[in-house]
């Protein structure tokens, strides 16, 4: 008798809706689609998706200088009812409005790569952009023997995550008091700029001694025109993020140094405390996600490695 009661609790429960946990959606909005460093965060935030189960929306402006449309993006990402909200801002004080407009609507936001001068978000996520740049600093005063003129080469102005790492590099310089910073000068994330201001200046400063690329186009350009000059490993060129160019360019000697960030760990820690957070975690408000420095003979290393096992 008591296990016909049980055959029958047992069909008619089989029978009852099951409770379905909640698929989040939560968007991830970089600063540009092109490049491959954003390919790769990108590339990170698919595997945590797929690992947690959430639904991702990946989507951002072609490059990294279109503010407005990175503003109007997100308002559109609101209209079509996300859950959380990871975003690269362009500019740390023009997505501020934005930013705190999300957070009003009690969606959570974390920045990620770059952050936003406003407290109403739960989380930085990437790279200790300071002390990056300070490194980035120490290894080009290393490389000119702490003397010699030195040329910025910035990315995109008002980029939070560009002026720390500047910030950083210039604390270090300052401790070298015969290195001579020329006036720094910003490429716009534009490869072919970075070419062009790094010509003029090879013009206007036969004795430049060291180039400090702020972001990933900086280094590559800087680069090419030093090679083109025939001033390779006479001119230090220190750049950050190992995209192709500029990793070829370290293994040929171009390149000296490349500090490498870690994008597919930033997309994929984005994903998963915003998931997190959404089912009532608590997360740490600042997450350093470090980074590594790649010389020449590690660049032709890498070159010879399996692309899916770079900057992972």
Partial sequence: MLFVIFVIVALVGWGLPQKKEKKWRIALVPKALTGEYWVRCRKGAEAAARRLGVELIFVGPSAETEVDKQMDIVENLVVRGIDGLAISPCDASALVPVIEKIWRRKIPVVTV????????????????????????????????????????????????????????FRRVMAKHPRVRLLPEQACQSDQTLALNITENALTGHPDLKGIFGVNAPGAPGAAQAVAAAGKAGQVKVVGFDAIPDTLRFCAEGVVQAIIEQRPYRMGYLSVEFLKKALEGEKIPTRVDTGVDIIRPEQARKMLLAKPSALGQ
Avoid: C, F, W
């Fill in 113 to 168: 790569d770059s952050d936003a001068k406003t407290d109403k978000k739960l989380a930085y996520i990437g790279t200790d952009n300071e002390k990056a740049g300070a490194l980035a600093g120490e290894e080009l005063a290393r490389l000119i023997q702490g003397k010699g003129k030195v040329l910025i080469i910035n990315g995109v102005p008002g980029a939070h995550n560009l002026m720390e790492r500047i910030k950083g």
